[in-house]
């Protein structure tokens, strides 16, 4: 298979309480490539812009696994930049500074050869980008799409004629509700799926991930990590993961939806044990493969109904 | 089985963006008893207190189920009365007025038929009554405890004299972490563990339910109500289809438990959908088992290693 993404090439400046990291690689297309290059036959192809600034020697072990990156165009200029600090409980962020640099002027030019991607991942950028790069490729099998607050404010009438043109919107559970201007999650997704998207996958930090498809609700919890390192680039991962698995296996029938859930699940919870995209570059797919099977084990359980009767 | 329960017999009225109900039967130990005798060969005692303006034909039904109510002590005063409004989230609420009556100065009594319960599940009341309850059984096969933020601020001590006699402390997410002192959930649970109760139930409102163990933690979900009438009680119902299923099927393998935690879940979905412990009154055992089953479906994958090499 294939998978273009579209999204975001940045250096983070990233503080926690267990440490710091200056001006390391970040940015949505940066994680989801680390991800889903993890699972074989992913073909991952990056679309993205950088300034004159930019460490793409950081970024070979991504070529080295069969990633293109011809994709990321060199601009002159500044690199885009995020400085954010985590606090203890890890769920809230102060962003301390953001650059947009060449980000500003970023238009995403499709290369001819990436054209024919049949899995497109359209990271958090301005929906009428996202647009465009949908009006540049060949009917793809698969279009998943992230989006954010700022976009749902200030460019609603974008989303909305995106919307009909994604198959998988994957926000996280504010997002989804200041979509749909619905407290209530279920409901926000069928207000979404209304719209066009057949799946909608809700994003819960902590508490994990839920998969809307037209009939039915599948759940993953949060994995339990015994310490997150930094929670930068989880849902990029998560992304990775569900995509990477997606087409590694090259089906999207139900089951297998539900296995690219918890793929994602696992692939994003290795993602905070460190900075940047580090742990991708030892991550196994055998160690993600042994975290899914530790997620199977914390949500099984057999039933009949007749349990409680006789 | 048998099952006995000592908390609340209270009066509520409570508000809510869908309605309100004035001085309907409501406390823990209602909450429990309604849920759990709804499973068959469960055996459910209540000890508690009311005043001499409780309507006690409003729990006629409990007995009809075959609940034991002889242990409700009938004191010359006012019944325990709480009131308190909810938003439009749901998950806060306000309270608006608590008058404890003669639940101030309750010394539960154990009557003799009692003291040989099997399983015994100790509501949110002072540790110090909790503890007084234990020493008026015979060596149950299995005690459950609730307990709440007031007493682990105010009466730490004597809650770490309860924590070895229990077997199962059940709480929702932010009293482990203040009893723990220790933001993470999962280490919280270790701390907790390590000082007598050898399961530990987190619940999480929503974000649904954990189960640890010694070796293994095991997720529930939050079910998608399409809306929640009236939170009240959820906790207690919880409590009670746990304990009513352990008590219905007579053992605690940990296949058995982690049954518990969906069936306490199922029942504590079915609570929130009207007032008071009305959806009790007609709900039953099959039901409760179809919405187990629906958890079932909500939560199952299949997974082999395998699948993303080849």
Known sequence: MSILVVGSVALDSVHTPFGSAERVVGGSANFFAAAASLFPRSGVRVVGVVGDDYPMDRLAFLSDRGVDLSGIERAAGESFFWAGRYHYDLNARDTLETR???????????????????????????????LDVLDQVDDPGLVVCDTMNFWIEGHRASLERLLPRVDVLMVNDSEARQLANEPHLLQAARWIQARGPRWVVIKKGEHGAVLYDEASIFFVPGFPLESIFDPTGAGDSFAGGFLGYLASVGTQDPGELRRAMVYGSATGSFAVEDFSVDRFRSLTPLEIADRVEDFRQMTFFEHDVSMIHG
């Open 100 to 130: 947009l640099g060449v980000f500003a002027d970023f238009q995403p030019r499709i290369p001819e050869a990436f054209r024919t991607s049949e899995q497109v991942f359209l990271g958090n950028i301005h929906p009428d980008l996202q």
